[in-house]
T-cell receptor
Framework: RKEVEQDPGPFNVPEGATVAFNCTYS??????FFWYRQDCRKEPKLLMS???SGNEDGRFTAQLNRASQYISLLIRDSKLSDSATYLC???????????FGGGTRLMVKP | DTAVSQTPKYLVTQMGNDKSIKCEQN?????MYWYKQDSKKFLKIMFS???????INETVPNRFSPKSPDKAHLNLHINSLELGDSAVYFC?????????????FGPGTRLLVL
């Protein structure tokens, strides 16, 4: 079983749609949680950190359920520019060594 | 004024060769990392390094070695390259090594071993 699992997609949605991604992680000792975004042939960039209390940043909302070891990302009012791969990331090691999921690909269409 | 830079951007080489990838960050960060992203797009940590300790992912072959001439640089040396080493290698840095630190990634180096 992979340490961080995501549905690879692709999720094809029209502009303006709301889309949700889920992620599960296997290590209950995981200490911190993130969503990163990676555009095609580019480097990953932090989208948002995911705190136990949840986190909202504009159209993006992230939730964490430690009991179920489950992380979610909700994108409202999708834009064409949201098309990318969304990487679920956890940290449970010393040295801040991040563990990445395989990513969920989102394609927003006109 | 790139924050994290890597050279070269592309690297094509033969099996058995030894090569290096350079990474520099101008953010004043204390911790740097190397990641490998394979053909299936899985991104895996290879090393975490600050001036106090080097942490190595146990799955990384000892043909790979990081070298840090100073706090702003973490180069990756690869000996006896193999076909399976073909991948995109990303360097990253963070202010410190705390668990909530944001990591900033370089643009990647695309390595192809023939």
């Amino acid at each position: 079983r992979k340490e961080v699992e995501q549905d690879p997609g692709p999720f094809n949605v029209p502009e303006g749609a709301t889309v949700a991604f889920n992620c599960t992680y296997s290590n209950s000792a995981s200490q911190s949680f993130f969503w990163y975004r990676q555009d095609c042939r580019k480097e990953p960039k932090l989208l948002m950190s995911v705190y136990s209390s949840g986190n909202e940043d504009g159209r993006f909302t992230a939730q964490l359920n430690r009991a179920s070891q489950y992380i979610s990302l909700l994108i409202r009012d999708s834009k064409l520019s949201d098309s990318a791969t969304y990487l679920c990331v956890v940290n449970h090691n010393a040295g801040n060594m991040l563990t990445f999921g395989g990513g969920t690909r989102l394609m927003v269409k006109p | 004024d790139t924050a994290v830079s890597q050279t070269p951007k592309y690297l094509v080489t033969q099996m058995g060769n030894d090569k290096s990838i350079k990474c520099e960050q101008n953010l004043g960060h204390d911790t740097m990392y190397w990641y490998k992203q394979d053909s299936k797009k899985f991104l895996k940590i290879m090393f975490s390094y600050n001036n106090k300790e080097l942490i190595i992912n146990e799955t990384v072959p000892n043909r790979f070695s990081p070298k840090s001439p100073d706090k702003a640089h973490l180069n990756l040396h690869i000996n006896s390259l193999e076909l399976g080493d073909s991948a995109v290698y990303f360097c990253a840095s963070s202010q410190e090594s705390g668990v909530w630190e944001t990591q900033y990634f370089g643009p990647g180096t695309r390595l192809l071993v023939l």
